[in-house]
C-alpha cells in the first residue's frame, strides 16, 4: 500500500553496528506496528504505538527500540545488530476504530552477517 | 495469549480448481478474523474479513466462513488462477488493537 512507506527496502549491515529502519504514512491513523517476518514462522508482533506518548512492546520486543517522532512516522531500532535478527520487518498502521484491519507497508530485508 | 493454527502449510491445486485454508484460535473472546495475501516482493493486503456475528462472507470467487463454537475460520478460493499463487495469512483479532498470526500458507496455482 503506497500509503505506507518503509525505508530502507534492502540493508545489509555487520553484527554490532547500530541500525535504524523506518515507516511514514499517509492514511492519518493512529495507531502504527512492526512487526518481524521469518520464514515459517509467519508475522510476530514487536512493538506497537497508539499515539506519539503510547509505546508497547509486543511479542518479540527484546534487542529492538522504537521511537513514535510524529504520528506519522514510527522507527525501529536495533542497538546492536545480531544475525538472528536478520528478516523481514513490516511496519502496519491501523485506525482506532476497532472495525478496522491494519495496512502494512511493503517492507524491508534485512541482512545482520 | 491466543493460539493460531494455520493449515495446510502449503497447497498445490490445477488451475480453475478450489483452495481451502483453515486455521483455528483458542481465545473465544476473539471478534475480528481477517486473511491477508502476500505476494512476492510486497507486504501482506487485506482480501476479505470476518466479524464474529457473521458465520460467511463472500467477495466475488473468495469466501470466508466462520464457526465460532469449534473456534475456526476457513478461507475459500474458487476457480483459482495463476495470479492466485501468494503467500495466505489468517489473524484473529481479540480486541482494538492487536492481531495474532498464522503462519501462512503458500499457495500455488499450476497452469
Known amino acids: 500500500d503506497a500509503d505506507v512507506t518503509q525505508t530502507p527496502r534492502n540493508r545489509i549491515t555487520k553484527t554490532g553496528k547500530r541500525i535504524m529502519l523506518e515507516c511514514s504514512q499517509t492514511?492519518?491513523?493512529?495507531?502504527m506496528y512492526w512487526y518481524r517476518q521469518d520464514p515459517g514462522l509467519g508475522l510476530r508482533l514487536i512493538y506497537y504505538?497508539?499515539?506519539?506518548?503510547?509505546?508497547n512492546k509486543g511479542e518479540i520486543s527484546d534487542g529492538y527500540s522504537v521511537s513514535r517522532q510524529a504520528q506519522a512516522k514510527f522507527s525501529l531500532s536495533l542497538e546492536s545488530a545480531i544475525p538472528n535478527q536478520t528478516a523481514l520487518y513490516f511496519c502496519?498502521?491501523?485506525?482506532?476504530?476497532?472495525?478496522?484491519?491494519?495496512?502494512f507497508g511493503p517492507g524491508t530485508r534485512l541482512t545482520v552477517l | 495469549g491466543e493460539n493460531v493454527e494455520q493449515h495446510p502449510s502449503t497447497l498445490s491445486v490445477q488451475e480453475g480448481d478450489s483452495a481451502v485454508i483453515k486455521c483455528t484460535y483458542s481465545?473465544?473472546?476473539?471478534?475480528?478474523f481477517p486473511w491477508y495475501k502476500q505476494e512476492l516482493g510486497k507486504g501482506p493486503q487485506l482480501i476479505i474479513d470476518?466479524?464474529?456475528?457473521?458465520g460467511e462472507k463472500k467477495d466475488q470467487r473468495i469466501a470466508v466462513t466462520l464457526n465460532k463454537t469449534a473456534k475456526h475460520f476457513s478461507l475459500h478460493i474458487t476457480e483459482t488462477q495463476p495470479e492466485d499463487s501468494a503467500v495466505y495469512f489468517c489473524?484473529?483479532?481479540?480486541?482494538?488493537?492487536?492481531?495474532?498470526f498464522g503462519k501462512g500458507t503458500k499457495l500455488s496455482v499450476i497452469p
Open positions: 502496519a498502521t491501523k485506525r482506532t476504530d476497532s472495525t478496522d484491519t491494519q495496512y
Open positions: 492514511k492519518g491513523h493512529d495507531r
Open positions: 504505538s497508539f499515539d506519539v506518548k503510547d509505546i
Open positions: 481465545d473465544s473472546a476473539s471478534n475480528y
Open positions: 470476518i466479524r464474529s456475528n457473521v
Open positions: 489473524a484473529v483479532g481479540a480486541g482494538s488493537y492487536q492481531l495474532t
